[in-house]
């Protein structure tokens, strides 16, 4: 029997197991869309290629396996941003476009766009379906190039004439590779001699710590990284831009590695001896690997599940090249064999110092006089997880609201809240994912509360990608930091501009929750700090998607001062 190459690419997609596609529907993703409905492949239709980029990224990061973003050629510009977003998270998100005829490739044809080169900087593989008959084999390279080694999102484009021609449903299956089933991805074993090596350098250490990246999520590896911490008694600390790798709670974890919104990192970073990064890029966040971050005296070692990273990390001390779970294997074997010597009073200085830090970001904060009846951001986050259950899950999306959030997760989590997951915007810092991630998250956990915390502008950025969330009965609550303007910018320009003001990053009053009101949701203006922890509850309670309309004061956050007060940059470039 004769099918469609697009029936031949959801069939290829079957045999690697994807759970979900997301969409824009258009007339070239047609034959694709019969195939993954004939292979009862779910897709959810958004209202913007952006968005159903950002679902399947937030489906990717959440499940750890890819998703798949189908767009027509004319949906490709839009898809662009979900792809750099990608990228920097690391996500291997399978994206697939419609394009031009190849047999008029170069000539003009209807919508043609170089999609292939445009995407190439942006992924980790892009390239062009040649023909049907080799529909199987593409997505096959494509899949193992997204999940091996360094993971990251790739780009498949197929031209419409293939995508629409018929072709023998059995083509291609006389070939090796004979079975196309999912294949777990190789991973890299240490090498014996490097291994010990790296393993002698941190026994010997009197003051380790570990910083954990990407790579530590994508292999899985989390709950080791906590098992490691608390046994061997090294503080644990997260890469800035990554989604929560510990229990917020956990005896060994500390906080981000970043000096501006967890203070007691700088503490950890400048007196440790030995400071290993796992599955983490000495990228401009880690300030290269450079003083003052890390100082001269401290032994820099990275230790990556690929040479791609390797690569990007030639500035450390040493390196090891190991997938993160074996070499939390062999740390702990040290641990058992009782080879471990360094005592607990390292572990516990750093636990004392969060403890102060604390009381201390709680203490600071303005009274309610000085307030005058307006919200600080901080009180915003910290109040709205109160709100929460244990084992919720919280995205949070803005600029300043991103960094207070970050900075109420780590105070709540040390009087006790246990979150399931949080995700946020990653190293692009790309406003407007919040919602799609939410969704993504309730999609993944229907029985759990999804609340994101957002700022206006960032809401503004990807707001009406609600509709998802009330088209596919996936009810989650947002919370809006209302300050009525760009916070994070205009604070940036009052202290850079001569004139000592802002300009250009105002809003109007928004009524963000009567357009909830209107799509068929829950909505609810919150004006005083005294009314908002019940409003997010009644907002969890009404069953729907729901918006909680927060007016606050804006409020420079750590990292926003440290950047733009006398321009100490410090840990970022």
Not at 56 to 77: K, Q, W
Not at 81 to 100: D, H, K, Q
Not at 178 to 201: I, Q
Not at 227 to 255: D, R
Request: proline share 5%; aromatic share 8%.
């Amino acid at each position: 029997m004769n099918i469609r190459g697009g029936a031949l690419l959801a069939r290829a997609f079957q045999d690697k197991g994807v759970k979900q596609v997301f969409t824009l529907s258009g007339g070239f993703c047609n034959p694709a869309l019969e195939g993954f409905m004939e292979c009862q492949i779910p897709v959810i239709n958004a209202p913007h290629e952006q968005i159903a980029g950002h679902l399947a990224d937030g489906y990717t990061r959440i499940h750890r396996s890819p998703a798949v973003c189908l767009v027509g050629p004319e949906g490709f510009a839009n898809v662009i941003p979900a792809m750099m977003e990608a990228w920097g998270e690391r996500s291997p998100v399978i994206f697939v476009t419609g394009s031009s005829t190849h047999k008029r490739k170069g000539a003009g044809g209807f919508k043609e766009v170089d999609d292939v080169a445009i995407a190439t900087p942006l992924t980790k593989h892009s390239e062009e379906v040649t023909h049907g008959e080799r529909m199987a084999e593409f997505v096959d390279r494509a899949w193992k190039i997204a999940t091996s080694g360094y993971p990251g999102p790739v780009h498949l484009s197929v031209p419409v004439d293939i995508m629409f021609s018929s072709f023998d449903e059995q083509v291609g299956r006389d070939e090796r590779p004979f079975d196309h089933k999912l294949k777990a991805p190789a991973r890299a074993w240490p090498c014996p001699e490097d291994l010990e090596r790296v393993l002698a350098l941190i026994s010997q250490a009197s003051k380790p710590i570990l910083i954990g990246g990407h790579g530590v999520w994508w292999a899985g590896a989390e709950e080791k990284l906590e098992a490691v911490g608390s046994a061997l008694g090294i503080p644990v600390f997260n890469v800035p831009y990554h989604q929560k790798l510990l229990s917020e709670n956990s005896e060994a974890y500390m906080g981000l590695a970043d000096i501006h919104q967890y203070h007691p990192s700088e503490f950890a970073l400048h007196e440790s001896d030995v400071a290993v990064l796992v599955g983490a890029r000495l990228d401009n966040q880690m300030n290269f690997g450079n003083p003052p971050l890390f100082p001269s005296s401290t032994a820099l070692v990275c230790v990556n599940g690929s040479h791609e990273e390797l690569q990007l990390n030639r500035a450390a001390d040493d390196q090891l090249l190991s997938d993160p779970s074996a070499f939390f294997d062999a740390l702990l074997q040290l641990h058992e064999s009782g080879a471990w010597q360094t005592d607990r009073s390292w572990l516990e200085e750093n636990r004392r110092r969060r403890g102060v830090w604390v009381e201390k970001m709680v203490a600071d904060l303005p009274t309610a006089e000085e307030l005058q009846g307006q919200i600080h951001p901080l009180h915003l986050a910290l109040d709205v997880q109160e709100a929460m259950s244990d084992n919720d899950h919280l995205v949070i999306d803005g600029g300043n609201t991103h960094f207070w959030s970050e900075i109420a997760v780590n105070i709540a989590g040390w009087h006790g809240r246990k979150l399931s997951n949080i995700m946020h915007p990653g190293t692009f810092s790309m406003l407007g994912v919040g919602v799609s991630f939410a969704i993504a998250a309730k999609q993944a956990n229907s029985d759990r509360s999804v609340v994101l915390i957002s700022g206006d502008g960032a809401f503004l950025s990807g707001g009406l990608s609600i509709e998802a969330a009330f088209q596919e009965q996936l009810p989650i609550v947002v919370v809006i930091d209302n300050n009525a303007g760009l916070d994070c910018i205009s604070q940036q320009q009052e202290r850079l501009f001569a004139s000592e003001t802002h300009f250009a990053t105002d809003f109007r009053d928004i009524p963000f929750h009567t357009m909830f009101e209107g799509l068929g949701g829950f909505g609810e203006l919150v004006e005083s700090r005294e009314h908002l922890i019940p409003a997010v509850q009644r907002a969890i309670a009404s069953g729907v998607t729901a918006c909680v309309n927060v007016k606050t004061k804006g409020h420079i956050s750590p990292i926003v001062l440290a950047t733009t007060s006398k321009r100490d940059k410090a840990s970022i470039e």
